[in-house]
């Protein structure tokens, strides 16, 4: 079932940059028929997603940055909230992510997982332009058309299979006719493949063009933005058929887009300030070389010389997390009080300016807290981090930046017990949240609780997709000489819970592999990743995979070392 959604991933991204617009106002969306229930249901299809998900999150070029996450989730569901029909009979909650990638894309998973590449969310050039492509593939997700998909293909699958038999009879003509019988219905199968992802391109497109117009943006963004994307994609896009393209974007489909599109009354939208600081965490996120870099502040420099503000302070707040990742803590402050000075000095006397303030200043307020954060040895500094980020959490309990940063604050500020307190109570509230579990077993490896240190790093690598890491967590935790007979019976009631999904997911044929996995040592994981089993038993008696390294477990998995090797979807 995952290899046939990755297939179809592949079939239908980026649907947003080529499809046609239907008018604004349509009917409610179509039910759907027993066919592509019976096929995947919704259950499934959110499992199947869910499953996806943990091998994106476990890609090097998934951004797992709190603002830029925060943002499209706030972003998005704002969209998802103008048409609650969109959510589907099952009630689908979106989550919406990014992936570092340089071409123009957008995919939506099965079950309410959508993605933006960066590439993409740094062309947009307005909010209205963005939500035409979030709003396109809300559409997709709407209208379940990777389930759909999945009962075209069946009725597809008939066509090749019938093609091999007449070819069979014409291999007795000898030559080419067989190869030409064969290729002829594949084709037709194609082309029949083809015209469903057109047909779901326009429906999809009909109801992202809604959302767009219900939820008060600008529908002319769809357009500028189809112009942009057929400027970016002029060298082939024209010089291939418009039938033998499943996705085409010709000068034809964007006269249809505007044509449709004359009648609707405009709508002025002003930009939000979190898009414009956004785009520039996501411009220096977007490549982290030392060219990279530089091609970046060479950006903000020229954003910084124009008369708008926001991009003045978007340029000045590029620049402060651009020094934050170079290590400048100084300057990484001194060019975020300069954002923060530009934004909110007033207009000049007698001065029109649409300028909207900001709903909130929560990009502001977590950056300076993360510059802070950044200056581990600065015993002053860390105590004001933990007073602005107990300030900030109280401000803006709902965001799970600011929340993961308090607990950072605590650590770092030595307070173990009040850190883990606090954590345990937020993997309570948020079970899938990997970095409270991550942070939790930072807390738990201050106060040199080895058991209930990998257990929590285990429940991280079972989110993250890393069932095997999980296991090999679990027989640490088993081994640790503080784990209690509580401690004992958690672990095992747990490690039988992974194994049985462990051999669901393998099937029949991998249940031998799992077996012997399961009875490897438990130090099979600091082997894999270089070290040997002798100096982890002595230099680290309690068989911690935290010995002469960084104390922050994530750091490790973020290395992808103790990570089964899996499948990444880009």
């Not at 006719?177 to 594949?186: C, L, R, Y």
């Not at 600065?378 to 107990?390: F, H, R, S, T």
């Not at 173990?416 to 990997?434: C, G, I, K, M």
């Not at 993250?464 to 401690?487: E, I």
């Amino acid at each position: 079932m995952r290899m046939i959604a990755a297939a179809l991933l592949v079939a239908m991204p980026m649907a947003m940059a080529q499809t046609a617009l239907a008018p604004a106002r349509i009917p409610n969306l179509p039910a759907l028929g027993d066919t592509e229930r019976q096929d995947l249901s919704p259950l499934m299809e959110r499992k199947l997603g869910e499953e996806i998900m943990r091998d994106i999150r476990r890609d090097r070029d998934f951004l797992d940055d709190g603002p830029i996450l925060e943002y499209l989730n706030s972003f998005g569901n704002a969209l998802v909230a103008a048409r609650p029909d969109a959510r589907g009979e099952a009630n689908f909650d979106y989550y919406f992510f990014a992936v570092r990638d340089p071409n123009l894309n957008a995919f939506a998973l099965p079950g309410g997982f959508i993605a933006v590449h960066s590439a993409l969310l740094l062309a947009a050039q307005s909010e209205s332009e963005l939500a035409s492509v979030l709003g396109h593939e809300i559409g997709h997700v709407a209208q379940r058309h990777i389930a759909r998909s999945i009962g075209q293909q069946k009725q597809d699958a008939l066509i090749p299979l019938a093609a091999m038999i007449l070819a069979a009879l014409a291999s007795r003509a000898g030559g080419d006719a067989a190869m030409g019988v064969f290729m002829g219905g594949q084709g037709l199968a194609i082309q029949r493949q083809l015209n469903f992802g057109r047909d779901a391109e326009r429906e999809a497109d009909r109801i992202g063009f809604q959302i767009m117009g219900e939820a008060g943006f600008d529908t002319s963004g769809m357009v500028a933005f189809f112009q942009r994307m057929q400027a970016a994609t002029r060298n082939y896009s024209d010089l291939v058929p418009a039938y033998l393209q499943s996705h085409p974007l010709t000068t034809e489909r964007i006269a249809d887009i505007q044509a449709r599109i004359r009648d609707q009354p405009y709508k002025q939208r002003v930009d939000s300030l979190d898009f414009y600081l956004v785009r520039s965490r996501a411009r220096v996120l977007q490549d982290q070389t030392s060219q990279g870099y530089a091609e970046a502040k060479t950006f903000f420099e020229n954003q910084m010389l124009q008369e708008n503000r926001h991009q003045l302070t978007a340029g000045q707040y590029g620049m402060a997390f651009l020094s934050l990742k170079k290590g400048d803590t100084a300057n990484a402050q001194v060019w975020l009080d300069k954002a923060r000075a530009t934004f909110s000095k007033a207009p000049p006397a007698g001065t029109f300016s649409v300028a909207a303030k900001p709903s909130s200043d929560a990009i502001f307020v977590s950056t300076a807290i993360e510059i802070k954060l950044a200056q581990p040895d600065n015993k002053a500094v860390i105590a004001q981090a933990l007073v602005d980020a107990e300030a900030a959490h109280q401000r803006y309990p709902l965001s799970r930046g600011i929340a993961h940063q308090y607990g950072e604050a605590l650590i770092a500020a030595g307070k173990y017990e009040e850190a883990a307190a606090y954590l345990r109570e937020q993997v309570q509230s948020y079970r899938e949240d990997p970095d409270a579990y991550d942070l939790l077993a930072q807390a738990y490896s201050k106060q040199g609780k080895v058991a209930l240190q990998h257990i929590a790093l285990a429940e991280s690598y079972v989110l993250q997709g890393g069932v095997l890491s999980a296991l090999d967590q679990l027989g640490y935790a088993r081994k640790a000489p503080d784990a209690s007979f509580y401690d004992q019976a958690v672990i095992d009631a747990r490690e039988r819970e992974l194994q049985a999904r462990r051999r669901e997911e393998m099937g029949d044929k991998g249940k031998k592999d799992l077996r012997e996995a399961e009875n490897r040592p438990a130090f099979k994981a600091e082997l894999r990743s270089g070290s040997s089993e002798d100096n982890n038993r002595t230099n680290n008696p309690s068989g911690s995979p935290f010995s002469n390294q960084s104390t922050n477990p994530f750091d490790r998995l973020r290395q992808g070392s103790d990570l089964t090797p899996g499948r990444t979807v880009r």
